[in-house]
């Protein structure tokens, strides 16, 4: 089977840090792929060169076998890749409607829309409050509500509600749960699993090992700028995992 | 220098639109704070202004005279007993038509988005840059037109005159609530902000203040505008 999502030899440096060093990852039609590692492994780099928030100094990325580039996350997110960043890129002062339209406002049909470009608000809040609803992953009284008034796993909803309700293609999720209680925390590992019954591929970052072993196919260990290897959850316990990403134990040739 | 009066009002027009887009491209190209580039271009705006006048001023009857035009805003009108400038109506004409822009079209709100977080802004899929550079671009636009505007009101165009409406600009958006952090700020507030400063310092003259105590009191009202303002942020944090 062809992978959906290639990355071959990515590398980015930050001054003289380096953040990536030549990464490799490949993704899967219709599978979730975990990636674990230490903080400043480098996930969280290599999945904003996937989304075109970082321009990487080389390596390349390939969407079905065909080479992309990206130069800002939009024209990833035109290809239908969507992301839940670890910082979650929400802006507060604006509503929670229209976080989840920004850059991809529904406008009013007709005249109105067409040379005045007015938006159709009602539009865009009757579909943001369906497709909360849908997630069950948050009680938000009014969806015109201001997202610097949520809660902060309420907040994380939104983010995550805003890239599974526009993935086409891939969805890739930096710490989804991080700030989550237990049951939004499990409402989202539903969410991932629900996402790949559509048959969108997932990559999902983690620091949280019992949910990557649980809802992970495959799992990506990041360690040093780079991919370390590959293990598949069924044949590794949570501990050997740990023991690659720390470098306390060798990782398996593949 | 001999245009006729419309392409040289169009031409103002371009000039606006061209120097605040300058200041867009500065701020977003070279990656320079916004308030150094409205210093540094504000002081070469100035000496090109200077330099292209010849620091001469043209008085009102040569206007009234070569171009009408130039003083249309500045006309007045009567209506039951209350005498309103053309340049009034299209202040509200323009403050109607801003307000839907930000409120009622995603430019608006990507207005907002960039105000509030720009790096989250780029990330949810707005391209940042360019927005800011366009934002400039209006801003210039508006201040062209209040510099047509007020050689209606002022009658005579002298290439010092209104030196210093930037700060007064800043002072009545920060007065209305404008957050000079971003992301904050309304239509409706800027109006009230312009319209406190303009009564508040027609007041004070018209109450024969010294010109001096009317910096004073205007430079307090800044002050404390502001510190209502962080102090606002803070409570609400
Ligand atoms: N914008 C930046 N400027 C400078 N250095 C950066 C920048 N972004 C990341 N880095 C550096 O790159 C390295 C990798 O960071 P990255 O955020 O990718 O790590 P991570 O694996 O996601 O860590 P975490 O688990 O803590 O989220 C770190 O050393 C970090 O300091
Ligand atoms: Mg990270």
Known sequence: MEPVLVAKNLSKKYGRVVALESANLELYPGEVLGVIGDNGAGKSTLIKVLCGAVIPDSGEILLDGKPVTFTSPIEARTLGIETVYQNLALSPALSITDNMFLGREIRQKGFMGKFLKFLDKKAMADEARKRLSELGLLTIQNINQLVETLSGGQRQGVAVARATSFGTKVVIMDEPTAALGVKESRRVLELISEVRARGIPIILISHNMPHVFEVADRIHVHRLGTRLCVIDPKKYEMSDAVAFMTGAKEPPQS | ?237
């Not at chain 2, 580039?37 to 090109?48: E, P, Q």
């Not at chain 2, 209305?176 to 007041?203: C, D, E, Y």
């Not at chain 2, 307090?220 to 942020?233: E, H, K, Y």
């Open chain 2, 1 to 237: 220098m001999g245009i006729p009066t419309l392409p040289a009002i169009a031409v103002g027009m371009v000039s606006g639109i061209a120097t605040g887009a300058f200041n867009g491209l500065l701020v977003t190209r070279l990656r320079l704070p916004p308030f150094i580039v409205t210093l540094g271009t504000w002081n070469i705006f100035f000496a090109l202004v200077i330099f292209f006048t010849g620091s001469q001023s043209i008085r009102s009857s040569d206007i009234e005279i070569n171009a009408p035009l130039l003083h249309f805003w500045g006309e007045r009108i009567n209506l039951g007993g209350f005498v309103f400038t053309y340049g009034a109506f299209l202040m509200i004409g323009i403050f109607v038509f801003l307000w839907f822009l930000l409120n009622k079209t995603a430019w608006g709100r990507h207005v907002y988005a960039i105000g509030d977080d720009k790096d989250a802004a780029e990330l949810s899929g707005i391209r940042t840059d360019r927005m800011l550079v366009s934002i400039y671009a209006v801003a210039g636009l508006v201040v062209a037109i209040g510099a047509w505007v007020s050689i209606g009101r002022v009658g005579s165009v002298s290439p010092t005159s209104f030196y210093e409406g930037n700060l007064d600009s800043i002072t009545a958006v920060v007065i209305g609530g404008t957050s000079l952090f971003g992301g904050r700020g309304t239509i409706i507030g800027s109006l009230f902000g312009a319209l406190i400063v303009g009564v508040f310092s027609s007041g004070l003259s018209i109450a024969g203040l010294d010109v001096l105590w009317q910096r004073f009191a205007l430079g307090c009202l800044i002050i404390i505008a502001v510190g209502i303002d962080q102090w606002i942020r803070k409570v609400s944090n």
